[in-house]
């Protein structure tokens, strides 16, 4: 059986691609997508995703994860720097967690640079752009093997 690893995308990423693309880039959400599933493919990884603007419907995915998903991909988005729910909530899960970003959240505003999530994460991909969500499959694969 395939392993199955979950990737999560916080509020705003819906508007990828309209939303201050000089920042984040042209591409959507699902072309993000449809390239971290692409390499998922030819690693023998199914990759299920979910975005939500609500903080409670992610907090419920990572419950949904334990004992059934081998690793968690979060760009959780603004909720990276305070949802201390979605924190716990990913503490209370078993593998590996890599924490995702599009741009490289040191080098903005300085409500950026703290993270609640770095602290239960494996560790972060930040800054690649749209290149963060092919090499966070590779890192899960990695950490897997
Ligand atoms: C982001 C960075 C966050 O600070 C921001 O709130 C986002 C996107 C990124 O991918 O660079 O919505 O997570």
Do not use: C
């Not at 703290?114 to 800054?127: E, F, K, L």
């Amino acid at each position: 059986m395939a392993t199955t690893v979950l990737l999560l995308s916080g509020p705003n990423l819906n508007l990828l691609g309209i939303r201050e693309p000089d920042i984040y880039g042209s591409a959507t959400l699902d072309d993000h997508v449809a390239g971290a599933k692409a390499v998922a493919s030819d690693l023998g990884i199914e990759l299920e995703h979910l975005q939500s603007n609500h903080e409670g419907a992610l907090v419920e995915a990572v419950h949904g994860a334990r004992g059934r998903v081998a690793a968690i991909i979060v760009n959780a988005a603004a909720m990276t720097h305070y949802s201390w729910s979605l924190r716990d909530a990913l503490a209370a899960f078993d593998g590996p967690v890599v924490e995702l970003h599009l741009s490289n959240t040191a080098t903005r505003e300085p409500w950026r640079h703290t993270s609640v999530i770095t602290p239960v994460a494996t560790g972060i991909i930040s800054g690649f752009g749209g290149h963060g969500y092919r090499l966070a499959v590779e890192a899960v694969f990695l950490l897997l093997k």
